[in-house]
């Protein structure tokens, strides 16, 4: 069966310092792989998706970004982090579009 | 532009109670996917349903069931008797035909009080 996995579950990082969480699937293969964000505000924004190796659309302009160096794994970075970074950060996978994502357990990022 | 609209914010209702929550989306695609998840405590979310737009039939699992009205693109979810466990936020979300994009309303908080 398939499984994503996404760590840390918890983070404390102080403005400007770089950032990196790390997601990875198994038990499929090309998997879609996305980057949410849940905002204290509850709602879900799409931040990064990839269909395949090297191949990152971004949704929303911003201080992060993304990388597929391998076909199961999904990295999100920042080079400086600013307050507003802060939030819950969430990985998925699908099989393919318009199927149903599958989530790991989520990051929560506290920029200080 | 596809978008999704879930105008409760927060509900609250006690035990054995049925809610039903709202959710409605805009697109300009025939063809469309519709999904509900829920996301407890905990973080994780969870998906319940997938449903085409090419089907218009209800669908009931358990205490769970959806009302898919194309004609008011409504969308909506209703919990009978509900319980505590229930209590989660509940997301609705839209993706267009070949789109590898899911749009996620904003979120229905549910309150189940014993």
């Known amino acids: 069966s398939q499984t994503i996995h996404q760590w840390p579950a918890t983070l404390v990082q102080p403005v400007g310092s770089p950032l990196s969480l790390e997601c990875t699937v198994e038990?499929?293969?090309?998997?879609?792989l996305y980057w949410y964000r849940q905002a204290a505000g509850r709602g879900l924004q799409l931040l990064f998706y990839s269909v395949g190796i090297g191949q990152i659309s971004s949704e929303v302009p911003q201080n992060l970004s993304a990388s597929r160096p391998q076909d199961r794994q999904f990295i999100l970075s920042s080079k400086k982090l600013l307050l507003s970074d802060s939030g819950f950060y969430l990985c998925a996978w699908s099989v393919r579009a318009s199927s149903p994502l599958h989530f790991g357990n989520g990051t929560r990022l506290t920029v200080t | 532009a596809q978008k999704v609209t879930q105008a409760q914010t927060e509900i609250s209702v006690v035990e054995k109670e049925d809610v039903t929550l709202d959710c409605v989306y805009e697109?300009?695609?025939?063809?469309?996917?519709l999904f509900w998840y829920k996301q407890p405590p905990s973080g994780e979310l969870v998906f319940l349903i997938r449903r085409n737009s090419f089907d218009e039939q209800n669908e009931i699992s358990g205490r769970y069931s959806w009302n898919f009205q194309k004609s008011t693109s409504s969308f909506n979810f209703t919990i009978t008797a509900s319980q505590v466990v229930d209590s989660a936020v509940y997301f609705c979300a839209l993706s267009e035909g070949g789109s590898e994009k899911l749009v996620f309303g904003k979120g229905t908080k549910l309150t189940v009080n014993p």
């Open positions: 038990g499929t293969s090309n998997p879609n």
């Open positions: 697109t300009r695609d025939t063809t469309y996917y």
